[in-house]
């Protein structure tokens, strides 16, 4: 009797052709089904919610493969784990309905583009985020976002139109701001430990040591033009949507980086919308910022 497995993957698409498999380099999808052989014994063909490119990462891929394997489903996880890069990791795994389909099932999903703009760019971020030379003007990029929202012909941010049987998405939700936990990744310590000298200072005056005010020391130099937010040069934007086409997240993602730069005004999306022409939009953004997030089924799949 064959189960049909739902599989949740988070990866780094630094180091692959994207999820499906490619004639030219190793991908996602052609690790995951080598653990699955060497797991079960048998090859299984593993399908996935959205096929990512080459460098994109996921927080949420979703998969499916069949098998008549008679391993407990919740093991999964930690059976093909064994058999992955650490650059990709199963964060769940579940039996479901014999209907459940990665790919067609989906509903909504839910990408995230982080970009930043910062002076100086943390070396071990090269590769999971969109650099912008230019500090970006936030207030009016979200100006711009309530023209992504609702029903649109979206092929003015479709790359090789057509893709699809149709270029019609819903979009259902979109925001962007600048994430305010960049402190993380500061050359300062998160937590300040306070001395026993510090500590007859501190109760002498009553206050408290400000560790950055104190070293001065952070990614953005202190000469640098501020930010709208100066602790945080990381940018967030997000997207769901009940489908997507062929580099749409990209293609938004250089349209608001137009936007964000002066080179255009808020405006400048809705004529992109309306116009349905690809070379009205801007460029695609770079792949290191995309990530997948999530994907939502129908309730009624995910039961056996």
């Known amino acids: 009797m064959y189960r049909n497995i739902m599989l949740t993957i988070a990866y780094e ?4 052709r994207g999820w499906q498999i490619q004639p030219n380099g190793l991908t996602v999808q052609e690790c995951v089904e080598r653990a699955t052989e060497k797991l079960t014994g048998t090859r299984c063909n593993v399908l996935c919610a959205g096929r990512t490119d080459s460098g994109v990462h996921a927080l949420g891929q979703v998969a499916s493969f069949r098998t008549d394997s008679t391993i407990p489903a919740t ?10 890069p650490n650059d990709i990791a199963i964060v769940q795994t579940r039996s479901v309905s014999d209907e459940f389909h990665a790919t067609y099932s989906a509903v ?12 100086v760019l943390p070396p ?4 999971l985020v969109h650099r912008s030379r230019r500090m970006l003007n936030v207030a009016a990029m979200q100006k711009a976002l309530p023209n992504l929202l609702g029903t649109h012909d979206f092929r003015c941010f479709e790359t090789n139109y057509p893709n699809k049987a149709t270029s ?3 979009v259902m939700e979109t925001t962007l701001q ?3 936990h960049w402190s993380l990744w500061t050359p300062v310590s998160v937590q300040h430990t306070t001395s026993i000298e510090e500590d007859t200072d501190l109760k002498s005056e009553g206050g408290s040591v400000d560790q950055n005010a104190a070293t001065g020391h952070c990614w953005q130099p202190t000469d640098a033009r501020p930010h709208e937010d100066p602790t945080s040069p990381v940018i967030c934007f997000e997207i769901m949507a009940d489908g997507f086409l062929y580099n749409m997240v990209r ?9 964000g730069t002066g080179a255009e005004t808020p405006e400048y999306m809705a004529d992109v919308v309306a116009s349905m022409d690809r070379g009205r939009a801007g460029c695609t953004a770079t792949p290191e910022g995309l990530y997948l997030v999530h994907v939502d089924y129908p309730d009624e799949l995910l039961v056996i």
């Not at 093991?75 to 058999?83: K, M, W």
């Not at 909504?108 to 002076?119: S, T, V």
């Not at 071990?124 to 590769?127: D, E, G, S, V």
């Open 108 to 119: 909504r999903k839910r990408y995230r583009y982080l970009i930043f703009d910062g002076a």
């Open 75 to 84: 093991q999964f996880r930690r059976g093909l784990q064994r058999f992955l």
């Open 178 to 180: 600048r994430v305010p």
């Open 168 to 170: 019609v998405r819903t």
């Open 13 to 16: 698409g630094t180091n692959y």
């Open 124 to 127: 071990f971020l090269r590769n």
């Open 251 to 259: 293609a938004i993602v250089g349209t608001l980086l137009r936007i």
